[in-house]
């Protein structure tokens, strides 16, 4: 008596499932923000050197917003290829919570379809997907798809896009553009807050992990710095979170 | 228009890197449960490396702890945390964010 409409229509007619053009209306939402961050990270990249060859190619194939600021950043510093390949596996090592959380919603399909599922997967689109299942026990492969394939020919196409912009200008942060990746990332500090019930908690949470963060990358680096901050503050979270 | 190699070195590097947490969990959790403290734990990242990102670039310059008021940074972010809370919207954030530090590099 405990099923509602919407699972016992789902488990009855299977066809029913979110097509690939919903997934594209899905993301609608999304494109702007996506826009002027791939659009200013585009700039950026052009005036850390790169060609707008390699920046298709960077957005093509690493697809990662802050990856790629802090990539253009690293290559205009002339730090080693090791390095920037340590320090954005670090900074992208948070993917693991993003691909964990849906993997529930995708056990009707095999690994290999999971794996192109996760290969697109952002936080923007996993913000959508899992707001959609928020409602239904599977989410659908296609509708993933095209909200996945969607956010990606933005991502490109606006990184190409200030490209192109990158040339007329030699210094970004004149225009505040370099201020992007932190916004953005008070954005998703701020959502991913908003969006729990346990703000204080999660305040504090985020309190220490700054303090661990900027206390350790003045000594050390400041890839070692997120990496401690994050498993540091992480654990406190949740043993305070055990004791209440 | 030109790749040059040491670039495109860097490109895959960072992306086989990026691709493997992206896609090992839902390859293989999509098979097992996680214990319930794993999944708290996991459930407090995104904060925790956003706060430590957003401390490393707002409260830091060329390695170093940067507190003075001189740091237009700290300052950009006054709004533009508020304007997150406000409109929990990620593109006004950003907006925000730039437009901010636009016009106090501009004043200062």
């Not at chain 1, 090791?82 to 529930?104: D, G, M, Q």
């Not at chain 1, 794996?115 to 239904?136: C, P, S, Y």
Request: contains cysteine.
């Amino acid at each position: 008596m405990s099923l509602s409409n919407a699972e016992i229509e789902s488990a009855v007619n299977p066809s029913d499932e979110d097509s690939f053009v919903l997934g594209v209306k899905d993301c609608i939402p999304t494109l702007l923000g996506y826009l002027s961050i791939g659009f200013a990270a585009g700039v950026v990249e052009k005036t850390a050197g790169l060609s707008i060859a390699e920046i298709a190619l960077l957005s093509f194939v690493l697809y990662a917003g802050s990856a790629q600021f802090i990539a253009a950043g690293m290559i205009a510093a002339n730090s080693s290829t090791t390095a920037i390949i340590i320090t954005i596996f670090f900074v992208n090592v948070r993917h693991i919570l993003l691909s964990a959380a849906l993997s529930p919603y995708f056990r009707h399909l095999s690994p290999f379809k999971n794996m192109l599922i996760g290969t697109l997967l952002t936080d923007e689109t996993f913000g959508v997907a899992i707001n959609k299942a928020a409602h239904k026990r599977n989410i659908s492969e296609k509708w993933m798809h095209g909200l996945n394939i969607t956010a990606w020919l933005n991502w490109v196409m606006a990184n190409i896009a200030g490209a192109y912009f990158g040339n007329w200008i030699s210094n970004p942060e004149k225009f505040g553009l370099d201020y992007a990746l932190p916004a953005m990332f008070i954005g998703l500090l701020v959502l991913s807050i908003l969006g729990r019930k346990k703000i204080k908690l999660d305040v504090v949470v985020a309190i220490i992990a700054v303090v661990i963060s900027v206390g350790i990358s003045s000594v050390f680096s400041s890839s070692l710095g997120v990496i401690a901050a994050t498993i540091i503050a992480s654990t406190i979270g949740m043993v305070l979170e055990k004791w209440k | 228009m030109e790749v040059r190699w040491a670039i495109l070195l860097i490109i895959l590097g960072t992306a086989i890197v990026t691709f493997i947490p992206r896609v090992l969990p839902l390859m293989v959790l999509s098979r097992f449960e996680l214990p319930e403290w794993g999944i708290r734990w996991l459930s407090f990242i995104p904060i925790s490396v956003m706060a430590a990102l957003v401390g490393q670039e707002i409260l830091m310059a060329d390695g170093e702890i940067s507190l003075s008021a001189g740091n237009v940074e700290i300052l950009a972010a006054i709004p533009t945390f508020f304007i997150a809370i406000k409109t929990r919207s990620l593109l006004a954030t950003v907006l925000t964010g730039i437009i901010s530090l636009m016009i106090l590099r501009f004043l200062f």
